[in-house]
């Protein structure tokens, strides 16, 4: 059991870039989410999903596409990434709309 | 909407000390949930504690209890005989539970524990 896991760990992108990132978990929950921290931000919703097929804006949707094909994964993606994307990004799980469990997170740089 | 607030950015305490992060909060829907989370330095979030807005007692979990004052809209992470290991960022959350709200952040308190 793994909990919930994010790939890559670490990335470095160009301004322009393209990039996706993955969430997955194995614990059967219902609700994902992608997170942003920026330091003396604490953690800002990008977008959820409350269920396969289903995903909502967060509170900083700008620049994001996120996609729920499959119940265990959530899938984040910058189309064309800028150096104000640069920051750590969390994913995190929900059985419903109780306890968010997070993945170990990815630190992305734009140059 | 919902709003949490946490407004000490870093805080020291002695080791075997007891310590008290503070959590206000702010809701109109009277069903809701409030959550601690410890972020150390290695980045990850771990999951502390909850307290539900119609529980009657104040949650505990091992050295850490949530001081629940509902009238005064507070939700304070009290740490028992802290070590050294809880040095760490802290952060409350909340969500509402009509709809599919997702949880609000508080930016955070950094607490820094000394031998």
């Known amino acids: 059991n793994a909990g919930v896991t994010q790939t890559p760990k670490f990335r470095v992108l160009k301004t322009g870039q393209s990039m996706t990132l993955l969430c997955a978990q194995d614990?059967?929950?219902?609700?994902m989410y992608w997170y942003r921290q920026d330091p003396g931000m604490g953690l800002r919703l990008i977008h959820y999903?409350?269920?396969?097929?289903?995903?909502a804006k967060g509170e900083v949707p700008d620049g994001y596409n996120v996609s729920r094909l499959k119940k265990q994964n959530f899938l984040l993606g910058l189309e064309s990434a800028a150096p104000s994307q640069t920051s750590v990004y969390f994913c995190?799980?929900?059985?419903?709309?109780?306890?968010?469990?997070f993945g170990p997170g990815t630190r992305l740089t734009v140059l | 909407a919902q709003k949490i607030t946490q407004t000490q950015p870093g805080m020291f305490v002695q080791e075997k000390e007891a310590v008290t992060l503070d959590c206000t909060y702010d809701t109109s829907d009277p069903s809701y949930g409030l959550f601690w989370y410890k972020q150390p330095s290695s980045g990850e979030m771990i999951f502390l504690i909850y307290?539900?807005?119609?529980?009657?007692q104040n949650a505990t979990e091992g050295r850490y209890s949530l001081n629940f004052q509902k009238a005064r809209k507070s939700a304070n992470l009290v740490i028992s005989a802290s070590q050294l290991g809880d040095s760490a960022m802290y952060f409350c959350a909340m969500r509402d539970f009509s709809g599919n709200t997702p949880l609000v952040f508080g930016k955070g308190t950094r607490l820094s524990v000394i031998a």
């Open positions: 307290q539900g807005s119609y529980d009657q």
């Open positions: 995190a799980s929900s059985l419903l709309a109780d306890t968010q469990y």
């Open positions: 614990m059967n929950h219902e609700y």
């Open positions: 999903s409350v269920g396969e097929g289903t995903t």
